[in-house]
Every structure is written in C-alpha cells, then in structure tokens.
C-alpha cells in the first residue's frame, strides 16, 4: 500500500485531474491555513512548483507569508467548514448561509486573477484548518452547475490530501487523549464559566477533586493550564465548541 509522501502526491495529483476535469485546472493548497510552511513533495519541493499550478505564474503565494491573510477565498474558509464557489465576484453555496452575504458584498475582493473558483476547507482535529481552491481565470465558466454536481468530490478530495499530509508532517505522535468521564463532566463546566467550588457542587465531588480532574485532563492533552485544557477539549470534540465559547 503506498504510504507517506507518495501517498501525499498520488492525491496532488488526482486533486490536480480533477482540476483539469472540470475547467479549474489551477489550483492553490495549504494543509494549514494558519502556517506559513508550504506542502512538499518526495523531493522536498512544493507541490505547488510540482504537481499545481496557479493563475499568474509569478505569483508564488507558498512564499509570501502574508498570502493567507489577502486571500478572501482562505478567509472565507475559516467561516464554513463546508465547501463553496465563487463567481462574478460573489460567493455561494448549497445552502443560504450569513457569511456567504457578508463576503458578497465586498465589491473588489483581491481574488489574484480567479474569475471563477470552488473553494474546499478541510477542518482536522486539534483546530487545524486545511483549503484548497480550485480556480479559473475564465468568469465564463459554469462553476455553479460543477459545484452542484461534484461538491462533494472536491470537498473528500481537499480532506484525503490535506489529512494524509499533516500525518506525514507530524513527527511526535502521541496516543490520542483519552479522558474520564469526570474529567469530560469538569470541563464542560469550567467551559460555563463555573468556579471549581461551584463544579464540585455540581457534581458532588471536593473542590481539590475538581482541580485533580482538570489537571490530570490537561496533562492528557498535552497542555498547561484551565483554559488551554478547555480549548483543546473542545478542539477534540470533547466538550463541544458552544461550551468553550
């Protein structure tokens, strides 16, 4: 079975046929919205110098740190975890969504070139966010009717190669965090906004019973502190993000 990095640039390049199937044959990836760092191949690499391509070959956006913050297509991205089109210098979905509206009204968004795009965000565990944009500098393109037929191909395409690569890339690999009960129970309630006196009462456990559980679940995750425990449970899907917010 092939693993690692030929994995990663088998599903490049089918990212890449698809790209070419369907009229948006550029495209632009990143496994991590929110790092600088590019994806590489077996030879260390971009893909986007090996395997992609975008619409103005002088623009390296896998160099320019700055790229992320620009781009409304990764901005949007960290508003929908699903994916989304754009089209005369509009952004739409499947589905009525505020954010949509909110980026629509921008009148002359920097879209580097793109007339027509479908924009894939490929949320992760631990609150990572991937994205990849297939693009077209053709407003032409019929991109709504590619979106209604292959919205979900895009969308499992951007996950399998943006997973598959933050597998590769991540060296410590540690057993996922597996907590109690009464560690899930403690910080929700720290989550709420409730004192450990006020969780004890609540759960009938001492008040150092309290502190002992969240503790030991921050430890577990990796992390130092109440709050970060209680933003990494909910970046695992422990307590629930509603409950941390």
């Not at 508003?79 to 089209?87: D, I, K, R, V």
């Not at 991937?130 to 077209?136: E, H």
């Amino acid at each position: 079975m092939t693993t690692g990095l030929e994995l990663v640039e088998y599903l490049a390049r089918d990212a890449a046929r698809l790209g070419a199937e369907t009229g948006l044959p550029y495209i632009a990836a990143s496994a991590d919205i929110g790092s600088p760092e590019p994806m590489v191949g077996l030879d260390g690499r971009p893909l986007a110098e090996t395997v992609f391509r975008w619409v103005d070959p002088a623009l390296e956006y896998w160099r320019d740190r700055s790229f992320a913050l620009r781009s409304p297509f990764v901005h949007a991205a960290r508003f929908s975890a699903e994916p989304f089109y754009y089209h005369d210098r509009r952004f739409g979905s499947w589905r009525p969504a505020p954010w949509i509206e909110t980026f629509s009204r921008v009148e002359t968004p920097d879209t580097f070139g793109v007339g027509a795009a479908i924009i894939a965000p490929a949320y992760h565990p631990r609150g990572v966010i991937g994205a990849i944009v297939w693009a077209s500098p053709d407003p032409d393109v019929d991109v709504k009717s590619v979106f209604d037929a292959k919205a979900g191909l895009f969308h499992a395409t951007a996950l399998k190669l943006t997973g598959a690569y933050q597998d590769v890339r991540r060296s410590i690999r540690p057993e996922p965090a597996r907590l109690t009960r009464r560690e899930i129970q403690c910080l929700k309630w720290a989550a709420a906004g409730k004192t450990d006196v006020e969780i004890g009462t609540i759960v009938r456990i001492s008040t150092p019973t309290v502190r002992f559980h969240i503790t030991n679940a921050a430890g577990k995750l990796g992390v130092g502190g109440r709050s970060q425990a209680v933003l990494r449970a909910a970046n695992l899907g422990y307590i629930g993000a509603a409950a941390a917010g």
